[in-house]
């Protein structure tokens, strides 16, 4: 996080665990209680294995995590705070991009 707030890296690829752990959840809720209905709906995506087509799944939106969006992806979900990405070698990079605490 570091690096792309100080610009020298560009962006990183960022999948929230928030969505991903509650639809797991959800999911094998639904499957335990026997709600296939509920099940069909919550795994709207398929994919492939090596040996398996068409396999049932919940599949999280990837995100491009650049500066324009790190306060609203990693440290809205809790990820990260501002105060551990906004160390004193990074606060100016910090403060030019509206990331303060």
């Known amino acids: ?7 020298t890296q560009y962006m990183t690829v960022y999948k929230s665990f928030l969505l991903e752990a509650t639809g797991a959840a959800d999911l094998a809720v639904a499957k335990v209680r026997d709600r296939s ?3 069909d709906a919550l795994a709207s995506d398929v994919v492939d294995s090596p040996t398996r087509k068409d396999i049932p799944a ?7 995590l650049t500066r324009e969006n790190i306060e609203d992806t990693v440290v ?17 990079a910090c403060a030019e991009i509206g990331l303060t605490s």
Do not use: N, S, W
């Open 1 to 7: 996080m570091q690096r792309v707030v100080a610009g």
């Open 58 to 64: 919940m599949l999280v939106p990837v995100v491009a």
């Open 37 to 39: 209905i509920q099940f």
């Open 76 to 92: 809205q979900d809790g990820v990260y705070t501002v105060e551990d990405i906004c160390t004193a070698a990074y606060r100016a």
